[in-house]
């Protein structure tokens, strides 16, 4: 029996910790109760949001009216596949695979590969957020990437009914923060088969302190209310803007795309404040919510960086977090 509850706080179960009431509300801890969810929709002809962990979405102060069917932790949702059990034929070059359902923590996911000795997961860690919304965006850090890891996921596709499919790694249409899922929301993770290799128990926790590391030098702590990275970083063709980029940090543009936080520093807009939006002085690509701060707020603030951005450089800042708003 699905427990959907009625008027519930939205800003709880975001880390941005905005947005107003959901009109109908369930958590979902496995699939069965996720198809149950999404039939209950169906059947009563209402609009769902599929909402993982949360750290990826604004939602509207007037809330979602509709239904939002969170997958939470199933407790056990990560499973060996047999690959594990045939050890003895195990080869340095060849992948062992996990299956890990949508609700469960990306940090599940790495705790799990560090018990384990498998590495290519390192970069996820502190990352807030499940493996769905991960597969989503396909998230990503210090080089990378969720694409890098995704044997084949298992989707409901809900655009003709409810139809059950399993899709490999390139049908995903993995590219930078997105992915098939991203264009098409009638398509819904329900778990992800995970392929990583054996690696040195010492190097992979050596690799996690680093990057953690890392992450505290460059990122607000995760408690105060933001949502990640605001803006993609977007491609950039003007040489002379690279040139400077590159003068004035030190750094080589990676993958030709250029860090959305040192355009927004560049046109002076790093540590301040909109109204109770404060666009971080760590990191100028992160928006801080510093209390009380409304979805309103937000797009004033995303509308003055959009707008310097392209006065200052030509260039059109495109948001990476979801909006969830009603119209
Ligand atoms: C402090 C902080 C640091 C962060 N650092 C990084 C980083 O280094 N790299 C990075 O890439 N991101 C980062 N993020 C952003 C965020 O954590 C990731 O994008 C994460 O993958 C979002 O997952 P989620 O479960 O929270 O998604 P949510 O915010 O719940 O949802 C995001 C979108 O995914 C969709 N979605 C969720 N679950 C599913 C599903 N099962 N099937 C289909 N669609 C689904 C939702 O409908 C929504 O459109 C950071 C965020 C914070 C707050």
């Given at each position: 029996m699905l427990d959907i509850q009625k008027n519930i706080n939205l800003a709880k179960y975001s880390t941005f910790k905005i947005g107003g009431p959901a009109k109908e509300f369930v958590e979902v801890k496995n699939e069965k109760d996720l198809e149950k969810a999404l039939e209950y929709a169906r059947n009563n002809k209402i609009n769902f949001f599929i909402l993982g962990g949360g750290s990826n979405v604004i939602f509207d102060d007037e809330g979602f009216k509709g239904l939002i069917i969170k997958l939470g932790?199933?407790?056990?949702?990560i499973n060996k596949v047999s690959s594990f059990e045939t050890?003895?034929?195990?080869?340095?070059s060849e992948f062992l695979y996990f299956d890990i359902w949508a609700g469960e923590k990306l940090s599940a996911a790495v705790n799990f590969s560090k018990e384990n000795d498998l590495?290519?997961?390192?970069?996820?860690?502190?990352?807030?957020?499940t493996i769905g919304g991960a597969v989503r965006g396909n998230c990503g850090a210090f080089g990378g990437s969720i694409s890098d890891i995704i044997s084949e996921v298992r989707i409901l596709?809900?655009?003709?009914?409810s139809i059950l499919k399993i899709i490999s790694n390139s049908e995903c249409n993995f590219s930078y923060r997105s992915s098939i899922f991203k264009d098409n929301p009638d398509l819904i993770v329900i778990s992800a088969r995970i392929k990583l290799k054996r690696g040195d128990k010492d190097e992979i926790g050596n690799k996690i302190e680093k990057i953690l590391k890392e992450r505290a030098k460059k990122q607000?702590?995760?408690?105060?209310?933001n949502a990640g990275s605001f803006f993609m970083n977007p491609i950039i063709e003007d040489e002379k803007v690279k040139e400077l980029f590159e003068k004035e940090t030190g750094s080589k543009i990676i993958n030709n795309r250029i860090p959305a936080g040192w355009l927004i520093e560049e046109v002076g807009l790093r540590g301040k404040k909109i109204g109770n939006i404060m666009i971080s002085?760590?990191?100028?690509n992160f928006l801080i919510n510093?209390?009380?701060?409304t979805a309103k707020e937000v797009i004033i603030a995303t509308s003055i960086i959009k707008q310097k951005v392209r006065t200052e450089f030509g260039i059109q800042l495109k948001e990476e977090i979801k909006l969830v708003f009603n119209n």
């Open positions: 932790s199933g407790g056990n949702g050890e003895e034929i195990f080869k340095e590495t290519g997961l390192e970069w996820a860690v502190s990352i807030p957020g596709d809900e655009a003709d009914g607000p702590n995760s408690w105060i209310g002085d760590i990191n100028a510093t209390g009380g701060a």
